[in-house]
Nanobody, 124 residues
Framework: QVQQVESGGGLVQAGGSLRLSCAASGRTFSPYAMGWFRQHPGKEREFVAA????????YYADSVKGRFIISRDNVKNTVYLQMNSLKPEDTAVYHC?????????????????WGQGTQVTVSS
C-alpha cells in the first residue's frame, strides 16, 4: 500500500512562499493522479490541487489558483506544492494523497491512509 510523507511546512509571513514535498513510502506514486488537500482547524479537509498521472493536466481550488503550483517527479516518487503569495487563510495542515476526480471534484483514493501532514502557518 502506498504511504506518503509530507514535509516543508513552517511559519511564514503573508506574501511569502513555501515549497511542500510529498515522498512515497512503500509503493510508487506513478500509477496515480496525486492531490494536495488541507485542513483548517476545526474544519473538514478540502481539496487544494491535483495533477494527472503523467503530469499533463493540473487542477486547483479557486482559492489558490494563480498562487500555488503542483508538480511531480515520478523518478523521485515525489510530489511538490509550490505556494506563493501566501495568505493567513492558507494556514492549515497540508496532506498529499493519491487522488481521483468524480463529478468535477477531487477525492483521496479510498484505500490510502492520510499521512501525518505538514503544518503551514501564515502570519499577517
Amino acid at each position: 500500500q502506498v504511504q506518503q510523507v509530507e514535509s516543508g511546512g513552517g511559519l511564514v509571513q503573508a506574501g511569502g512562499s513555501l515549497r511542500l514535498s510529498c515522498a512515497a513510502s512503500g509503493r510508487t506514486f506513478s500509477p496515480y493522479a496525486m492531490g494536495w488537500f488541507r485542513q483548517h482547524p476545526g474544519k473538514e479537509r478540502e481539496f487544494v490541487a491535483a495533477m494527472t498521472v503523467n503530469g499533463d493536466s493540473t487542477y486547483y481550488a479557486d482559492s489558490v489558483k494563480g498562487r500555488f503550483i503542483i508538480s511531480r517527479d515520478n523518478v523521485k516518487n515525489t510530489v511538490y506544492l509550490q505556494m506563493n503569495s501566501l495568505k493567513p487563510e492558507d494556514t492549515a495542515v497540508y496532506h498529499c494523497a493519491p487522488a481521483y476526480s468524480a463529478g468535477g471534484r477531487w477525492y483521496k483514493v479510498g484505500n490510502v491512509f492520510w499521512g501525518q501532514g505538514t503544518q503551514v502557518t501564515v502570519s499577517s
